[in-house]
């Protein structure tokens, strides 16, 4: 049976952030169901042990994340949530108490980028490492604080503040030194901050960037967005390279049908046969 490294289930499309960096949803907004939710679950269980909470939205503002959270532990899942942070408080007892967590992906940049809340820097900063560390001290659960618009590292003076918070909160020196090199640094055990590039997110309207190239779409992860749409990966958040439906297809099926063995072999022959892959930025930057 096929299995997969990551399936990243969408449980909502609705950000309570506006960044410059994420398209505009163009999707109805609503939340996946519980039962949905349990659905999904009980389909890609044989397929992965590691779910990601995340394509679009910010999985935090779920009503009933409590359910969600249960439910993927008693599916014997481990879980990935990429949050921008803001209701991280508003949300500790919840994740503190979640058994199934086993990373924290936290969108530092997305205070700099967001273009609809006034927030100030250092208290969403404060607020967002003081709840990290009581997760990770409670759970164990990996925190990696990202930094996502440092193009080339040529932006780094930008996040001068940034980076001198995070020294006095945990003790290190020359984190802009550090990160400049590995591109990440070691806070603490199990706590990292990590930077990175922007990418263009892929998009019919977009022009070719490539016809050769390989991606890791289909044969590491798989995507469902919050109506049950299948899709190759986290990117495509419009799915616009429909499989199939999780909540009405076999995902078995989907799997074998012709057009997801074609991107396959595809991405196995260097070839980039889809149009949205042709024009997908992240593949480009992560020569994936």
């Not at 299948?230 to 989907?254: A, M, R, S, T, W």
């Amino acid at each position: 049976m096929k299995r997969f490294k990551r399936v990243y289930i969408e449980i909502t499309n609705i950000c309570n952030y506006n960044c410059d960096f994420c398209p505009t949803n163009k999707r109805e907004l609503v939340q996946m169901s519980v039962d949905n939710f349990e659905c999904v679950l009980k389909k890609m269980s044989p397929y992965t042990d590691f779910i990601y909470l995340h394509v679009k939205g910010e999985p935090l503002l779920h009503e009933h994340l409590q359910d969600i959270l249960d439910l993927t532990y008693r599916y014997n899942m481990k879980v990935n949530i990429v949050t921008n942070g803001s209701l991280l408080k508003e949300k500790e007892d919840i994740l503190v108490n979640a058994k199934s967590l086993r990373q924290l992906n936290i969108s530092v940049h997305s205070v700099r980028h967001n273009k609809t809340k006034n927030i100030v820097q250092e208290d969403y900063l404060n607020s967002i490492v003081d709840v990290s560390n009581i997760i990770n001290k409670e759970t164990g659960a990996y925190i990696s604080y990202r930094l996502w618009d440092l193009k080339d590292t040529k932006n780094v003076d930008e996040y001068e503040k940034v980076f001198n918070f995070f020294e006095k909160k945990y003790d290190i020196e020359n984190i802009k030194n550090i990160i400049t090199k590995k591109r990440y640094v070691q806070l603490h055990k199990n706590i990292f901050l990590n930077i990175d590039t922007i990418f263009t997110w892929p998009s019919m309207n977009n022009d070719i960037l490539s016809i050769e190239g390989s991606c890791y779409g289909l044969i590491d992860q798989i995507a469902i967005l919050v109506d049950g749409s299948i899709v190759p990966c986290c990117l495509d958040q419009e799915g616009n390279i429909l499989l199939g439906n999780i909540f009405k297809d076999d995902i078995g099926e989907v799997l074998k049908s012709k057009q997801v063995l074609d991107i396959i072999q595809g991405f196995r022959r260097n070839k980039l046969i889809n149009p949205l892959c042709q024009r997908c930025g992240f593949r480009e930057n992560k020569r994936s």
